[in-house]
């Protein structure tokens, strides 16, 4: 066979496992198939499965014949020709190979990964195991993979070989030592619907860290601890019946409300609500490390060249925001998202007329600011957790008690997992990973609470300076203020960073003031940021306009006077919020809020 032995061969490769897979799947190979033969292209459909999927035909439930195959004698491959209905009713033969003997290949070089991979496996963790699979394939046989829930485009011809993708990107001078992915435009969400590779090994580098990662104790714990939870959310009897209603009942209606509208948030936070989690840490941790170091993932022009050049040969998704299930690998996604939408609409229209007094709402933070724009709302959908008991768990002091202990703040402080996840956090940062949101919200909702220590008519000698109105800037806000430097920050107790001048000016009564006044009383505070609520951090952030980056940050406030251990919780919510303008931010330490 000439398989692998042809170079010149342009593999697109499929993973499914664990289930019969869906009609749409078995088309979307098999139309893959006629395209590439109708093309007359040298290029080839391979679907990996694992051994237990073939000897239980639970894949397609088609007989497999087998064959053998030997990689240059370093793995051999088993192989089995399947037949595979296209949307002309056309059989279609198809390469279906055994996984299994790939990751017992890996397994002596990342015994860690391996071991996570499998237990993923055995957890039914499948949308977490296929973001693993695609790249050890790739790292192996470079080529196209993608998800089996993409349509490839019938009305073009197919790409001749791989020599030809490749001068596609070599063409626009992008390095053939990469891999590329799905890149929608100046959000900058990065996807693996779709992974190009073009030589062996682009991925070894990252395999090596996570396996590093993983040798941490409090990584690898983790792991095994929410592949249990994953599998236990799987068991739910509300995800059973979510998967198999099509959110028919009565109980399910805000569900299929929300889907219905395409309400990403509303539905996400519904399912978070109900202990149904959509993203996990650890698990996901290795899709973050490739989309952290991914090269072009800045770039407007790259989203365009790959929507443009590969969209000519797959149905790449629109939508940015994607409503997930909890079944398949490679198929996490909500299939033809629209067309699910129109039919519960009218199950949702006749809903509403029986139910028409009920109203289904998501909770909302209740500390927003009433001027805030939706280019600083950067942490929309954070759970603020505002109750009396969380105030008193993280340390909440009352206002204006300027010489009250902060033995609560203290308390909060030494919460262990607390410090686990800002241990874990900073991690990652060191490492250059991506934070996982799920963390980020945990690390919000557990952070001690600092009070302002002044009221509004305390705050100046001057009352009219306390009616000053600060300033909120964004981040295209600070680089056209090429004469500052120091901004102001707080951080609410919903996440949401709130940027201002350390210098601002302001006028009253028509003349210009200054932020400081000549007896040091400020006009614009760090309290007046936040309408004088509590934070979880602020101080002060340096922004280099040269390199158009935030290079220090401190824990300089007067007014609310946090200690350093907020200071790492600011370091850690700005490199999530801001990832491109904090890639060298440290932290300088304010030593009379030690305390």
Same mark, same amino acid.
């Given at each position: 066979?000439?398989?692998?032995?042809?170079?010149?061969?342009?593999?697109?490769?499929?993973?499914?496992?664990?289930?019969?897979?869906?009609?749409?799947?078995?088309?979307?190979?098999?139309?893959?198939?006629? #395209?590439?033969?109708?093309?007359?292209?040298?290029?080839?459909? %391979?679907?990996?499965?694992?051994?237990?999927?073939?000897?239980?035909?639970?894949?397609?439930?088609?007989?497999?014949?087998?064959?053998?195959?030997?990689?240059?004698?370093?793995?051999?491959?088993?192989?089995?020709?399947?037949?595979?209905?296209?949307?002309?009713?056309?059989?279609?033969? #198809?390469?279906?190979?055994? /996984?299994?003997?790939? &990751?017992?290949?890996?397994?002596?070089?990342?015994?860690?990964?391996?071991?996570?991979?499998?237990?993923?496996?055995?957890? $039914?963790?499948?949308?977490?195991? *296929?973001?693993?699979?695609? %790249?050890?394939?790739?790292?192996?046989?470079?080529?196209?993979? *993608?998800?089996?829930?993409?349509?490839?485009?019938?009305?073009?011809?197919?790409?001749?070989?791989?020599?030809?993708?490749?001068?596609?990107?070599?063409?626009?001078?992008?390095?053939?030592?990469?891999?590329?992915?799905?890149?929608?435009?100046?959000?900058?969400?990065?996807?693996?619907?779709?992974?190009?590779?073009?030589?062996?090994?682009?991925?070894?580098?990252?395999?090596?860290?996570?396996?590093?990662?993983?040798?941490?104790?409090?990584?690898?714990?983790?792991?095994?601890?929410?592949?249990?939870?994953?599998?236990?959310?799987?068991?739910?009897?509300?995800?059973?019946?979510?998967?198999?209603?099509?959110?028919?009942?009565?109980?399910?209606?805000?569900?299929?409300? =929300? =889907?219905?509208?395409?309400?990403?948030?509303?539905?996400?936070?519904?399912?978070?609500?109900?202990?149904?989690?959509?993203?996990?840490?650890?698990?996901?941790?290795?899709?973050? &490390?490739? %989309?952290?170091?991914?090269?072009?993932?800045?770039?407007?022009?790259?989203?365009?060249?790959?929507?443009?050049?590969?969209?000519?040969?797959?149905?790449?998704?629109?939508?940015?925001?994607?409503? =997930?299930?909890?079944?398949?690998?490679?198929? *996490?996604?909500?299939?033809?998202?629209?067309?699910?939408?129109?039919?519960?609409?009218?199950?949702?229209?006749?809903?509403?007329? @029986? +139910?028409?007094?009920?109203?289904?709402?998501?909770?909302?933070?209740? *500390?927003?600011?009433?001027?805030?724009?939706?280019?600083?709302?950067?942490?929309?959908?954070?759970?603020?957790? +505002?109750?009396?008991?969380?105030? &008193?768990?993280?340390?909440?002091?009352?206002?204006?008690?300027?010489?009250?202990?902060?033995?609560?703040?203290?308390?909060?402080?030494?919460?262990?997992?607390?410090?686990?996840? /800002?241990?874990?956090?900073? +991690?990652?940062?060191?490492?250059?990973?991506?934070?996982?949101?799920?963390?980020?919200?945990?690390?919000?909702?557990?952070?001690?609470?600092?009070?302002?220590?002044?009221?509004?008519?305390?705050?100046?000698?001057?009352?009219?300076?306390?009616?000053?109105?600060?300033?909120?800037?964004? #981040?295209?806000? &600070?680089?056209?203020?090429?004469?500052?430097?120091?901004?102001?920050?707080?951080?609410?107790?919903?996440?949401? /960073?709130?940027?201002?001048?350390?210098?601002?000016?302001? @006028?009253?009564?028509?003349?210009?003031?200054?932020?400081?006044?000549?007896?040091?009383?400020?006009?614009?505070?760090?309290?007046?940021?936040?309408?004088?609520?509590?934070?979880?951090?602020?101080?002060?952030?340096?922004?280099?306009?040269?390199?158009?980056?935030?290079?220090? /940050?401190?824990?300089?406030?007067?007014? =609310?006077?946090?200690?350093?251990?907020?200071?790492? #919780?600011? $370091?850690?919510?700005?490199?999530?919020?801001?990832?491109?303008?904090?890639?060298?931010?440290?932290?300088?330490?304010?030593?009379?809020?030690?305390?």
């Amino acid at each position: 066979m000439s398989l692998f032995i042809d170079q010149n061969r342009l593999l697109i490769h499929y993973f499914w496992t664990g289930s019969l897979a869906p009609i749409t799947v078995r088309r979307n190979i098999a139309n893959m198939k006629n #395209i590439i033969t109708l093309s007359n292209s040298n290029s080839e459909v %391979c679907l990996w499965v694992r051994k237990e999927d073939v000897s239980n035909n639970t894949i397609f439930r088609k007989k497999f014949f087998l064959e053998c195959f030997v990689e240059n004698q370093t793995i051999k491959l088993e192989y089995y020709n399947l037949a595979a209905m296209d949307d002309q009713g056309k059989y279609q033969n #198809i390469k279906v190979i055994i /996984i299994d003997v790939l &990751i017992d290949y890996y397994e002596t070089k990342f015994p860690k990964i391996i071991c996570v991979l499998k237990k993923m496996l055995k957890y $039914k963790a499948y949308p977490f195991a *296929s973001d693993l699979v695609r %790249c050890l394939i790739l790292n192996f046989f470079p080529g196209i993979y *993608s998800d089996c829930d993409i349509e490839p485009i019938k009305n073009n011809l197919f790409l001749k070989d791989f020599k030809s993708l490749k001068d596609i990107f070599a063409l626009e001078n992008y390095s053939l030592k990469i891999y590329y992915m799905v890149l929608f435009g100046e959000r900058g969400l990065l996807e693996n619907q779709i992974i190009i590779s073009f030589e062996k090994s682009c991925f070894e580098i990252y395999f090596a860290v996570y396996e590093m990662l993983l040798n941490e104790e409090i990584y690898f714990d983790k792991t095994l601890e929410e592949l249990v939870d994953y599998n236990n959310n799987l068991n739910k009897q509300i995800v059973k019946d979510l998967n198999n209603s099509m959110f028919n009942s009565d109980e399910h209606f805000p569900y299929m409300k =929300y =889907y219905s509208q395409s309400k990403f948030y509303q539905y996400k936070k519904l399912n978070e609500k109900s202990g149904i989690s959509f993203s996990y840490a650890v698990l996901d941790l290795f899709f973050n &490390i490739i %989309c952290e170091k991914f090269e072009y993932k800045d770039s407007i022009n790259y989203a365009t060249f790959f929507n443009l050049k590969i969209g000519k040969y797959f149905k790449l998704p629109i939508q940015d925001s994607l409503i =997930y299930s909890w079944k398949n690998p490679g198929y *996490s996604r909500l299939n033809k998202l629209q067309d699910a939408v129109n039919l519960v609409t009218k199950k949702v229209l006749l809903k509403k007329q @029986k +139910q028409r007094s009920r109203v289904f709402s998501v909770p909302v933070s209740t *500390s927003y600011l009433p001027m805030q724009t939706e280019e600083r709302r950067v942490t929309a959908g954070y759970l603020p957790m +505002q109750t009396e008991e969380r105030r &008193i768990t993280a340390g909440y002091l009352p206002m204006n008690q300027n010489s009250a202990p902060q033995t609560l703040q203290n308390q909060a402080t030494q919460n262990p997992f607390l410090q686990s996840l /800002i241990k874990k956090a900073l +991690q990652q940062i060191n490492f250059g990973c991506i934070i996982n949101k799920q963390d980020i919200n945990k690390i919000v909702q557990l952070s001690p609470i600092w009070s302002p220590l002044l009221l509004p008519l305390q705050e100046s000698k001057d009352g009219l300076f306390n009616f000053s109105q600060p300033i909120m800037l964004s #981040i295209s806000k &600070i680089k056209q203020y090429k004469n500052y430097h120091v901004f102001r920050y707080v951080i609410n107790e919903s996440g949401e /960073i709130i940027l201002g001048f350390d210098n601002e000016i302001v @006028k009253i009564n028509g003349e210009k003031y200054q932020n400081l006044t000549t007896d040091g009383y400020a006009i614009a505070s760090h309290a007046s940021l936040n309408n004088y609520q509590p934070v979880i951090a602020a101080g002060q952030v340096y922004y280099d306009h040269n390199i158009n980056k935030f290079t220090k /940050i401190n824990n300089n406030s007067g007014h =609310y006077r946090p200690n350093s251990f907020s200071l790492d #919780i600011a $370091k850690i919510l700005f490199k999530f919020h801001f990832p491109n303008y904090t890639n060298s931010l440290k932290t300088v330490v304010y030593n009379q809020h030690l305390v």
